[in-house]
């Protein structure tokens, strides 16, 4: 259980081009999602959360029209990222609680994530 | 304020061998989870295990065992007869605090065990 689907897992595109990341959750419901970012040999840097039906909270210095984030129901989430640069090229990597109620003490569920490289 | 530390950056054993990745963490909350993930070449992380600070008990799945202190805020795991696909990052973490939203993830230990 708590399968959490990302696709596409590659992807190579143009500079100037939007590349679109979802995320979903298979068989559970996740009201809230979480998008991160992980550069070469580091840790998970947290760039939004993604919850159901409003807006994403965005971490500070992630820029929100840059990094779009849909949440249209309680199993996908979307990252876009718009006007892609080199400099955006990283492994993006969504993740969600699969608990009772979105428990926090519930362990996060993490997509394959998708390795965006900028040309 | 949460943290997580995981000082060992990068750990190289030969196969065969038993290793501990070390974690300790920081947290006001008096009743607590950690969490540990194994994030393989491949990059999907995986989740290992969860535990409450009410049991300090020892936890053990096959090759794998957590070891628990509170009194030192460490949460240690071992890997015992190391084989080679048990080379990934380890990344030990908190769930979010009382009024948080966020994990606190460590910075990752890199396993290689060597064949």
């Known amino acids: 259980g708590a399968v959490v689907s990302q696709h596409p897992s590659r992807v190579i595109c143009k500079s100037g081009t939007s590349v679109k990341i979802e995320c979903r959750s298979l068989d559970f419901q996740a009201t809230t999602m979480f998008w991160y970012r992980q550069f070469p040999k580091q840790s998970l840097m947290l760039m939004a959360t993604?919850?159901?039906?409003?807006?994403?909270?965005?971490e500070q210095g992630v820029e929100k029209d840059k990094f779009l984030i849909n949440h249209a129901s309680l199993t996908l989430s979307t990252l876009t990222v718009t006007s892609a640069h080199p400099e955006d090229s990283s492994f993006y990597i969504c993740s969600a609680r699969a608990g009772e109620w979105g428990s926090y003490n519930s362990p996060l569920h993490f997509g394959n994530g998708t390795r965006l490289t900028v040309t | 304020a949460q943290k997580v530390t995981q000082a060992q950056t990068e750990i190289s054993v030969v196969e065969k061998e038993d290793v501990t990745l070390d974690c300790v963490y920081e947290?006001?909350?008096?009743?607590?989870?950690l969490f540990w993930y194994k994030q393989p070449p491949s990059g999907e992380l995986v989740f290992l295990i969860r535990r409450n600070s009410f049991d300090e008990q020892n936890e053990i799945s096959g090759r794998y065992s957590w070891n628990f202190q509170k009194s030192t805020s460490s949460f240690n795991f071992t890997i015992t007869a190391s084989q080679v696909v048990d080379s990934a990052v380890y990344f030990c973490?908190?769930?979010?605090?009382?009024?948080?939203?966020?994990?606190?993830f460590g910075t990752g230990t890199r396993l290689k065990v060597l064949a």
């Open positions: 973490a908190l769930p979010p605090s009382s009024g948080t939203y966020k994990y606190i």
């Open positions: 993604s919850n159901e039906g409003s807006k994403a909270t965005y």
């Open positions: 947290t006001r909350d008096t009743t607590y989870y």
